[in-house]
């Protein structure tokens, strides 16, 4: 069982740019001892997610980030923003209940951003509930790919790409090993988290590998820097993962995958609120099924292919439990969504001799979602039912040219693609589809004249849709209640517009940067690595929200009968301006590790100077690890430290700066009676600070004790 994280030298190679697809899933885990005899042989993290091959992500013309199974153990993670939070760009906002966190990457949020899980697309979008509902202990590996990423994904790519790789059993079983049992429970103070889980690798004939994991969850109420709590916040939930790959042989592999998860919560029917009022019972369902068919022959350099098809159904049924909301006690609210999607893509590799290799990676994209809501009344308000179909085709290049022109020394990787996109949008809501297409393109240059240095710069054309709510929303969005504002105060509701006549969101990126790194730095073995870009976006159409509510007394008599009702509706913002900076950087040896994160964000509508997107402060996350191999164990220190948040348009939207310090350890024996036995202890927000983020009414948790044990038994 390692807990150092090891890396792995590769036969990779600029010259003939061959695929490393092997050394992406499945490197297998070295002890603790071994990480550090093999310190020789480490490579920087490899990326699929980029470019869709794999590449190194240092020598990638831009900023993407991968996080291993080890990272997400020492964190304790039981939430996606414990796995993704610390990565520059990075936000999870909305508060600290699991079902409201949603991520923003470089001040895009929601639709703007892709995510993904082993290909499958989660396009469950909600105003006041999360993206994507997953549970840490099914993840094997996560990737952030930051910037215009159309060209590959299509609508969404805005912001950037995440994507959750599963459990795989070829990366936990070893040679000579046919399974593994892997018990894990633990628990969290600031929400009364306690958890279980059990993983299950095998192989039980030859060439198949088998995967499967239950994990149960139970916490309450939130116990935030403040001294108070997050009332309201209770979740039980039960998520499963069932895998299958067998390789046929030759080169075929087939795969099917099923990953469910279910809570059933008890909080507000605005997840994010900062409030415990207006509570309901919330029925959370998704399920996943995934069929999926690869084609990988080293001999065959013309077809490397992958292919998958699936299904994901998601649904969420609210039962108020209060007179509080916009409806009555007992009333029961349901929203579903299903998605069908497709994938298809093809590598073909050409070699050019010893100074230029050339991969083309080429496919196409298909997918529908259907949503439906309904209430007590018939259709729910702001769940309007409507459907989307997307195709896509793309093609990109990666040429890798050493010693270019001749002239230049080292070597220059030049990634140029395009995408095409048809989509369309229909709903009873509105007389009309709403039909359009898009082109993507996209081009990216790394030039690496040694072996520490490279330069990039990519220019990159996104766009996004708008999706079925911001076209067909409609009903109440809020009301408050009569009496409010003493006897004889009416009723103000606030009513959803829908704006069919919706423009897709375009933007256009450049970004430029430079990365150093450098072996034997201070002792043999050890790494130094950085890696730093600035980026602008221009964007038209940016699609905004405008919540327009008369103020009481002042704006409208709240003792008129409709006098003081609002409404809510979609917009497109005709210019935008988005900018910023991001660094990560490293150092590694056998007794030590140093990791550091920073980010910077600011946007604005050009033609009126307003703040736009989903800003952040300036951010500073540090992470320092002590190694201690002749205690199979370690123990590091984090920092969060954020600058005070002034890029607003309200004075109620400003923050002020926090820095917030975690410690962890973990102890894993490699030998003895207790091998296989692993021991995390961690304490998150050491010092009690009490803080909140960005466009969030609630606090984040206070100081949190957290404690972890497993046991991999392995035959």
Known sequence: MAI???????????????????????????????????ADKRIAPISVTATRSPIEAFEFPGMVTVIDRDEIERRQASTPADILGHVPGVEFTSGPRRTGMTPSVRGFSGSDVVILIDGVRQNFGSAHDGRFFLDPSVVEQAEVLRGGASSLYGSGGTGGVIEFRTLDARKHLQAGESAQLEAKTGYHTANREWHVTTNAFATPIEGLGVVGSLTRRSSGSIRLGNGGELGASDDDLLSGLAKLNYDLGGGHELSAT??????????????????????????????????GYNFKDPSNALIDLDAVVYFQEFSADELRLDNNGAG?????????????????????????????????????????????????????????????????????????????????????????????????????????????DSFSPKVGVSYLPNDWLVVFANYAEAFRAPDINELYLSGVHFAI????????????????????????????????????????????????????????????????????Q???????????????DGTTRNFNVADAELDGTEVEASYDNERVRFVLGY??????????????????????????????????????????????????????????????HDIYAAWAPTSGALEGVRLDLGIDNVFDKAYARAFTDANEPGRDYKIAVSYAFTW
């Not at 003939?16 to 490197?27: E, I, K, R, W």
């Not at 809570?263 to 900062?274: F, R, T, W």
């Not at 910077?600 to 800003?615: F, R």
């Open 4 to 38: 150092f994280g090891a890396t792995y030298k590769t036969a990779y190679c600029r010259k003939t740019y061959v695929s490393m697809l092997a050394l992406a899933v499945a490197v297998p885990a070295l002890s603790t001892v071994a990480a550090a005899e093999e």
């Open 258 to 291: 099923y990953l469910g998860f279910t809570n059933d919560a008890q909080e507000p029917n605005n997840g994010q609120s900062g409030t415990a009022n207006d509570i309901v019972d919330k029925e959370i369902q998704s399920d996943t099924y995934r069929l």
């Open 328 to 436: 009555p006690a007992g009333e029961l609210l349901k929203r579903d969504v299903e998605t069908f999607g497709f994938r298809l893509d093809n590598r073909s590799r050409f070699d050019f001799g010893d100074a230029l290799g050339l991969t083309l990676t080429y496919g196409a994209e298909g997918y529908r979602d259907e949503q439906d809501g309904a209430s007590a009344s018939g259709n729910r308000d702001g769940v309007p039912d409507a459907d989307t179909e997307f195709y896509g085709i793309y093609a990109q290049a990666e040429l890798a040219w050493n010693n270019p022109f001749g002239v230049l020394p080292g070597d220059l990787l030049v990634i140029p693609g395009v995408r095409y996109d048809d989509y369309k949008a229909s709903s009873a809501l509105a007389a009309t589809d709403t039909e359009d």
């Open 481 to 548: 209640p009569a009496g409010s504002f003493g006897p004889g105060s009416q009723q103000a509701t606030n009513r959803f517009i829908a704006n069919p006549d919706l423009k897709p969101q375009t933007t256009e990126t450049f970004e430029f940067g430079a990365g150093l790194t450098f072996d034997d730095v201070a002792m043999e073995g050890d790494r130094f690595q950085v890696k730093a870009s600035h980026y602008r976006t221009d964007g038209e159409n940016f699609i905004d929200l405008e919540v327009t």
């Open 550 to 564: 008369p103020a009481f007394f002042t704006e409208c008599n709240p003792f008129i009968p409709g006098n003081c």
């Open 599 to 660: 980010s910077e964000v600011d946007g604005e509508n050009t033609q009126t100077g307003a703040k736009l997107g989903v800003l952040t402060p300036d951010q500073l996350h540090l992470d320092s690890m002590l190694k201690l191999p002749e205690f199979d164990s370690l123990a590091g220190w984090r920092i969060e430290a954020a600058d005070e948040f002034d890029k607003v348009n309200a004075a109620n939207e400003r923050r002020d700066s926090y820095v917030v």
